[in-house]
């Protein structure tokens, strides 16, 4: 049978299969199983060919024998089998279906079709019509979700190229209008877009077509129930459909045009709409009902029990016909005046002038003084409140409320978090069990220290990894081959294919060692290395995975993974000289700081076994050396001899100069750099023998906020050519290019670099590899916390690149920029202290983001920063306002920013954000850019709140800005606080 069958397939003969499937009985059925599979997978399967030097993917199969084995498979195949096999799409085409279905029909068909109900994409034949037929030959049952599915293209129709509008269509079956209609309101489907990309003839594209006019036609003819349609259309708002399906059943609302009568008795329809996510749909049934709120049948209780989720929307529309709704309801409802007043009360969690002052005005008109909820309800929210909404509200909130609401004074102790403490101190690894556990999740990127300390376990434990021991090690080396053999996962960084290289090349040095021991580890070995040589010949496109570790490099050669190279290759090292000299770098506190004790101590060992520790692994570890309870480390620096005790003791105290002769100069640079302030003093910049510009060590680079004109190639359809188009945009730009200038020195001093002999440069700096070497991030956003992690005192060099690389444009370029900002900013604000310049501007561009939770980061730095005195309000608001000079990103980001984070935190905050909002306006221009209301409004809040005057420096600015019909209010009442004299006016 075998044979016959591949004969039949072979030579394509289609007239004789069917005969040959009918002519077996089951149990021949079942044993061809395995042969149909063999077969399809040598016909159907696409492998890469190469012809001429030019690769692509195809299948050997003919369009008969695709079709033959598609019949043999649906014939012989169970639901499972049929289903991961490449021949469906092969046999469900209507005429060849039709050859099979009269004798044979399997079991498994309906469940097979109606998954298509779920599925991402429908093969173009199975069409509503398609479904009916089966239906009604005995077939097929269908489910709800696929006719809903199917249903919305029943009423089009194509003759080539152009489709038809049909919706008589409708009428042929009487199940359609009576129950299958229906079910396109309960199952999310494409209605709303059924007829987006159809190319009309010219007689059905003078007509309205679409499911909207059908509707809308069936209904006006009583085809249609109207009452059901109406109550399923408003509920089909609510059923979590995507933004655009609940919006379009909204349209279809409006379109039906319901009268007054229809609307009293969908009123608790129109309130279930309010549960919709979809603000539109919301603001659709509040036009709505706002036409009904004057009617004496008003359900007036139902809806106040919905207005506290209407007055919290974040959508202003939303709550803006919410409160007029309950102005018009309080007005005709004099009894419920109280109640409605304190629903009202909700509106003030808005923070929004506008909404507060609409709103207070409200309880102000309708609410009674004497009334204790509601003197209570509007006490709630006090502390919440605009100035304008607490001036329209203060003879209904007692001074005792107002003094209680009141935030934290200026004089707030500064609280400095500790880097180190006992919540985040790193188990290091003590047990040979331990490190089995550490290795099995190392290649996870579940904690950012993983990487270091499995490093520092397998030079610590290197003893016991011997003998019975190895094999326990056995998932974890076949957990590295897999993933170096894998496709790249989500969450795996270029650090994790480093680490796992390693650990590969460590599983081979335990086979040269230990041979007997482990000839598990050399059969996997070989094993991978086969299959990696397969994947190889199978396509020109791959580049072979395992290879020695010293060969390790991205592919575009990124210098920023280099330190992590040198620390494994100085582990390697240390393996094979059976060295157990502990890594200095290795962190002690999350998420990569060492106890300065802790390092002085690991150093101590280096000395008194008189050996000197790898310089990559020394300067990392004085890179992340906390500088804080440095007592008892310092009390031990003074015992290191030599130099090391000299390094330490410069290190450790704030005010020791460093003292020649440096060494090993790499070290003291990174240990200068560390200090606050940096003291990177000439004497050790000239014994680095570096090359870097300063900018690169200090990571403090000019930067500029401007617009650039660019050229662009755009296609001209009337030439049929590609002509070069002009135009501009608006960038940030950080001047790394003004840093290579000291990289070519000329004349005798030029001439000496070159001929310096390459022992001088053995040692170089860890700042000389923190450069992004790439055009477009991939999956560097995931190792970009260990990366900064490498100079955690100084990572603003680092910085840099990532602003320069991904923070060029108002919005992100790619989703890899994305991810690599969020990335940054999450980890800086574990990181932050007293920085520079770059750190603030990396913060400030983040409130710009186009990004909402890189924004609440930002805002979340500055919150911090306030309280523990380490940030410089007003530097961040100068780095806004030099960018907003040319609008580099919408204001209103920093506007909504301020609002929902930064505002009324406490008086010293708000005191503070004054400051900000102050430099921010200084920097603005005299012409008014878009959203800059907002912002003075917000000026005008601080100021108030904080009882102060509004700075005398704006002046020039308000006077510019005060003939703006859209300022003037706001800026005269912000000229009534600037200081007159000795005398401040402060009346908002």
């Known amino acids: 049978m075998k044979e016959q069958l591949t004969h039949l397939i072979e030579n394509e003969r289609e007239e004789d299969l069917i005969p040959f499937l009918r002519s077996l009985d089951p149990k021949q059925r079942k044993s061809l199983v395995p042969h149909v599979k063999k077969l399809n997978k040598e016909y159907l399967e696409y492998k890469s060919v190469t012809l001429d030097n030019k690769t692509t993917f195809t299948s050997i199969a003919t369009t008969s024998q695709r079709q033959m084995l598609g019949i043999a498979s649906f014939v012989l195949f169970n639901l499972s089998e049929f289903e991961r096999s490449w021949a469906a799409s092969q046999v469900l085409e209507k005429e060849t279906l039709a050859r099979i279905s009269h004798w044979y029909c399997p079991p498994w068909f309906s469940d097979f079709i109606n998954k298509y109900g779920e599925a991402e994409y429908t093969p173009y034949f199975i069409s509503y019509e398609w479904v009916m037929e089966l239906t009604e030959q005995g077939y097929l049952v269908p489910a709800k979700n696929l006719l809903a599915k199917l249903l919305p293209q029943a009423i089009f129709e194509r003759n080539g190229n152009e489709w038809s509008y049909r919706p008589e269509?409708?009428?042929?079956?009487?199940?359609?209008l009576r129950e299958h209609i229906w079910y396109l309101f309960e199952m999310e489907s494409g209605i709303n877009w059924s007829d987006r990309y159809l190319n009309f003839s010219k007689n059905s594209a003078s007509e309205k077509t679409g499911w909207i006019e059908a509707f809308t036609t069936m209904s006006n003819q009583g085809k249609i129930n109207r009452e059901r349609l109406l109550k399923e259309t408003l509920a089909a708002t609510n059923r979590n459909f995507n933004?655009?399906?609940?919006?379009?059943?909204?349209?279809?609302?409006i379109k039906l045009n319901p009268t007054r009568e229809e609307l009293l008795a969908l009123q608790r329809d129109l309130l279930h709409v309010f549960n919709s996510p979809h603000s539109k749909v919301v603001n659709m049934s509040l036009k709505y009902l706002k036409t009904l709120a004057a009617e004496q049948a008003f359900y007036l209780d139902a809806f106040l029990e919905s207005a506290p989720l209407l007055l919290t929307s974040e959508t202003k529309g939303v709550v803006a016909s919410t409160l007029m709704i309950l102005d018009t309801l309080a007005r005709k409802n004099k009894d419920k005046a109280n109640s409605i007043s304190q629903a009202v009360c909700?509106?003030?969690i808005q923070p929004d002038d506008a909404i507060q002052s609409r709103a207070a005005k409200l309880v102000q008109q309708y609410g009674d003084p004497a009334d204790a909820a509601v003197r209570e309800a509007v006490a709630t929210y006090y502390d919440s409140l605009f100035v304008n909404a607490r001036n329209l509200l203060q003879d209904l909130v007692s001074t005792s409320a107002m003094s209680e609401t009141s935030l934290p004074g200026l004089s707030e102790d500064v609280v400095h978090e500790p880097i180190l403490g006992t919540e985040n101190q790193i188990e290091s690894v003590q047990t040979f069990d331990e490190l089995v556990y550490l290795a099995s999740q190392a290649f996870d990127n579940n904690q950012p220290y993983h990487f270091d300390l499995?490093?520092?376990a397998l030079v610590d434990l290197q003893h016991e990894i011997r003998g019975e021991n190895i094999s326990k090690l056995e998932p974890a080396f076949q957990r590295a081959y897999k993933l170096l053999l894998s496709d790249w996962q989500s969450n795996m960084g270029y650090l994790e294919h480093m680490l796992a290289t390693f650990f590969v090349n460590y599983a081979y040095m335990l086979h040269e060692n230990y041979p007997e021991e482990t000839q598990s580890l050399a059969d996997m070995h070989n094993k991978y290395m086969k299959e990696d040589q397969e994947n190889k010949e199978r396509g020109s496109f791959y580049n072979l995975r395992l290879?020695?570790?010293?060969?390790?490099?991205?592919?575009?050669?990124?210098?920023?993974?280099?330190?992590?190279?040198q620390i494994l290759l100085t582990v390697k090292e240390k393996l094979k000289q059976g060295d157990s000299l502990p890594l200095l770098s290795t962190p002690t506190h999350a998420p990569g700081w060492i106890a300065p004790t802790v390092l002085v101590n690991r150093l101590a060992r280096y000395a008194a076994a008189g050996k000197k520790p790898a310089t990559m692994d020394l300067q990392v570890a004085i890179s992340r050396c906390a500088l804080e309870n440095a007592a008892e480390a310092l009390a031990a620096a003074k015992e290191l001899p030599g130099e090391y005790g000299r390094l330490f003791q410069f290190l450790l105290q704030p005010d020791v100069l460093p003292n020649s002769p440096f060494g090993t100069p790499a070290a003291w640079t990174s240990a200068a750099l560390s200090k606050t302030p940096k003291q990177l003093h000439p004497t050790i910049l000239a014994s680095s023998n570096s090359q870097l510009p300063l900018q690169y060590l200090t990571g403090q680079f000019?930067?500029?906020?401007l617009l650039e004109t660019y050229t662009y190639k755009k296609y001209d359809y009337a030439t049929q050519q590609e002509l070069q188009q002009q135009d501009t945009r608006k960038v940030l730009r950080v001047h790394f290019e003004q840093a290579k200038s000291k990289q070519h020195e000329t004349g005798l001093k030029g001439k000496l670099i070159k001929l310096l002999p390459l022992q001088k440069r053995s040692s170089p700096l860890v700042y000389e590899f923190l450069i992004l070497k790439v055009n477009h991030l991939?999956?560097?956003?995931?190792?970009?916390q260990r990366l900064l992690m490498l100079t955690p005192n100084n990572p603003e060099p680092l910085l840099a690149q990532v602003i320069g690389h991904c923070l060029t444009y108002p919005s992100f370029w790619s989703e890899a920029d994305r991810k690599m900002v969020l990335a940054s900013i999450s980890t800086l604000q574990e990181l932050w202290q007293h920085f520079g310049t770059t750190a603030h501007l990396f913060v400030a561009t983040c409130m710009l983001s186009s990004d909402k939770t890189i924004r609440a980061f930002a805002a979340e730095i500055w919150i911090k920063g306030v309280s523990d005195e380490t940030i410089q309000s007003e530097l961040i608001g100068e780095i806004i306002g030099l960018q907003e000079q040319i609008e580099f990103a919408p204001l209103k980001r920093f506007t909504d920013l301020i609002i929902s984070n930064m505002f009324q935190v406490s008086g010293k905050h708000n005191a503070k954000l004054k400051e900000l909002i102050t430099a921010l306006l200084l920097q603005l221009p005299d012409e008014p850019i878009k959203h800059q209301k907002k912002l003075l409004e917000l000026y005008l809040e601080v100021v108030s709140l904080n009882k102060s005057a509004a700075d005398k420096d704006l002046a020039p600015k308000l006077e510019a800005w005060k003939h703006s019909p859209a300022l003037r209010i706001t800026v005269n009442r912000i000229l009534q606080l600037l200081p007159v004299g000795k005398n401040t006016l402060l009346k908002a």
């Open 169 to 176: 269509n409708l009428l042929l079956r009487e199940v359609t």
């Open 243 to 253: 933004k655009t399906l609940s919006g379009w059943f909204a349209e279809l609302f």
């Open 346 to 348: 909700q509106a003030f």
């Open 454 to 456: 499995l490093s520092a």
């Open 547 to 565: 290879f020695s570790f010293e060969a390790w490099k991205t592919h575009t050669e990124n210098p920023v993974y280099e330190p992590h190279k």
């Open 702 to 705: 000019e930067w500029q906020a």
């Open 778 to 784: 991939d999956a560097e956003h995931n190792d970009i």
